[in-house]
């Protein structure tokens, strides 16, 4: 199986900024997703990374470093909306999606 | 992103009774579809890969006499568990993905989930 390490919880203010961190390791590499789930629905996208860099797209950021099967979500100016649990999933060589356990966010006033 | 939808939404039953669920795909012929099972606080798991006209492709540790898959049209894949029992109670959820053609390759959409409690 796939290895996926993301933190469990993080705690932020509103207006905050957070980073969410993932260490993966896979049998081979087509990119990597962010995905964001509210309790008790379904994962909607966030962000996609297939080269080394930063993806920005309005207040949401995604990194990736390939060689250290490393990558970041970087949420800015923070909003209660934003508390979410937070998926990290690598694509594999065979393009099979497979998820982290999730990081979930929680947004104080 | 691609429309996908699940029916139904919530459902109940009772030990030993099977459940169907179904996975449409709105937007686009899928030619694959994905299951996932989702237990509460933890990951999505991938269950199987549906191909249409074909047999599914199951993951590790997943019975495929206990949770069936028909792929019968490029729209519609459905998972049947069969003899449900109240450890089966869990978060279905299903994907499709249009591959290369896709904004992102192999990009997956996913349904809005299947709540399913055995009692």
């Known amino acids: 199986g796939q290895n996926i390490d993301q933190p469990t919880e993080m705690t932020a203010t509103e207006g905050a900024i957070v980073q969410i961190n993932c260490t993966y390791q896979?049998?081979?590499?087509?990119?990597l997703f962010w995905y964001q789930q509210h309790a008790g629905e379904a994962p909607t996208f966030l962000s996609y990374?297939?080269?080394?860099g930063l993806e920005e797209k309005g207040r949401f950021s995604s990194f990736l470093s390939r060689s250290k099967g490393y990558s970041y979500l970087l949420l800015k100016e923070l909003q209660m909306k934003d508390s979410a649990s937070y998926l990290c999933?690598?694509?594999?060589?065979?393009?099979?999606?497979?998820f982290g356990a999730g990081t979930t966010v929680t947004v104080r006033a | 992103g691609a429309v996908v939808s699940q029916h139904p939404s919530r459902v109940i039953c009772k030990s030993g009774t099977s459940v169907k669920i179904e996975c449409r795909s709105l937007?686009?012929?899928?030619?694959?579809m994905f299951w996932y099972r989702q237990f509460p606080k933890q990951s999505l798991m991938l269950m199987a890969t549906?191909?249409?006209?074909?047999?599914?492709?199951?993951e590790q540790g997943v019975e495929k006499d206990k949770f069936l898959i028909n792929h019968a049209s490029l729209t519609l894949s459905t998972l049947t568990v069969t003899s449900a029992h109240p450890e089966d109670s869990s978060f279905y959820i299903c994907?499709?993905?249009?591959?290369?053609?896709?904004?992102?390759?192999?990009?997956?959409?996913f349904g809005p989930g299947t709540r399913l409690t055995v009692t």
């Open positions: 896979t049998s081979g590499f087509n990119g």
């Open positions: 937007d686009f012929q899928a030619t694959t």
């Open positions: 990374n297939v080269l080394d």
């Open positions: 549906s191909n249409e006209g074909s047999k599914a492709t199951y």
């Open positions: 994907s499709t993905t249009p591959g290369l053609a896709g904004d992102f390759s192999y990009e997956q959409y």
């Open positions: 999933a690598p694509l594999d060589g065979d393009y099979k999606l497979s």
